[in-house]
T-cell receptor
Framework: AQKVTQAQTEISVVEKEDVTLDCVYE???????LFWYKQPPSGELVFLIR????DEQNEISGRYSWNFQKSTSSFNFTITASQVVDSAVYFC????????????WGAGTKLIIKP | GAVVSQHPSWVICKSGTSVKIECRSL??????MFWYRQFPKQSLMLMATSNEGSKATYEQGVEKDKFLINHASLTLSTLTVTSAHPEDSSFYIC?????????????FGPGTRLTVT
């Protein structure tokens, strides 16, 4: 069975601090995809990144970076120099053959950036 | 590219009435569309998967007769909440899979907020 765990329910930091959102997954598939989505108060999901299981290279996009480690089944997301506009709920998700490529969602982490 | 729209974005209806929500892929063809439900402060819950031209596959616990899904074309799927009750109030999100893309990525609509009074 596939599972995604986001243990941090809510994180609150002061603007300009760095913050890491954790994501741990379980799957028996050898080929799978990992995703991060942002959901601001408006509700519309914003796609951030997709990673396939064969690509363990870390990725950086501006202030965002992702650390994919198959050895620990983790796909953590770091925001550097956080800004108030980063406040949102962030979801990690997994897709693989075991779930017929449906998305398995984590519970989400609510990130609050205080000015 | 890969834009999915939903209509309406919000709707208020009276208990006992039916509400239809449309999900359209605007610039691609979607053989598969998904319908999710999201309660406040919770994650997305998959309700059903619909494939163009065939019956939707509902997740366990989702009432087929209450949540009617129709996927009549490669760009349109509809969710009808029949005889809505206050407990059906929720945020409904659709997504679509581009038949030409690999990676099984889903493109999400902006969501529809349903309030049943």
């Amino acid at each position: 069975a596939q599972k995604v765990t986001q243990a941090q329910t809510e994180i609150s930091v002061v603007e300009k601090e760095d913050v890491t959102l954790d994501c741990v997954y379980e799957t028996r598939d050898t080929t799978y995809y990992l995703f991060w989505y942002k959901q601001p108060p408006s509700g519309e999901l914003v796609f951030l990144i997709r990673r396939n299981s064969f690509d363990e290279q870390n990725e950086i996009s501006g202030r965002y970076s992702w650390n994919f480690q198959k050895s620990t089944s983790s796909f953590n997301f770091t925001i550097t120099a956080s800004q108030v506009v980063d406040s949102a709920v962030y979801f990690c998700a997994l897709s693989g053959m075991d779930s017929n490529y449906q998305l398995i969602w984590g519970a989400g982490t609510k990130l609050i950036i205080k000015p | 590219g890969a834009v999915v729209s939903q209509h309406p974005s919000w709707v208020i209806c009276k208990s006992g009435t039916s509400v239809k929500i449309e999900c359209r892929s605007l610039d691609f063809q979607a053989t598969t569309m998904f319908w999710y439900r999201q309660f406040p402060k919770q994650s997305l819950m998959l309700m059903a998967t619909s494939n163009e031209g065939s019956k939707a596959t509902y997740e366990q616990g989702v009432e087929k007769d209450k949540f009617l899904i129709n996927h009549a074309s490669l760009t349109l799927s509809t969710l009808t909440v029949t005889s809505a009750h206050p407990e059906d109030s929720s945020f409904y999100i659709c997504s679509a899979r581009d038949r030409t893309k690999t990676g099984y990525e889903q493109y999400f609509g902006p969501g529809t907020r349903l309030t049943v009074t």
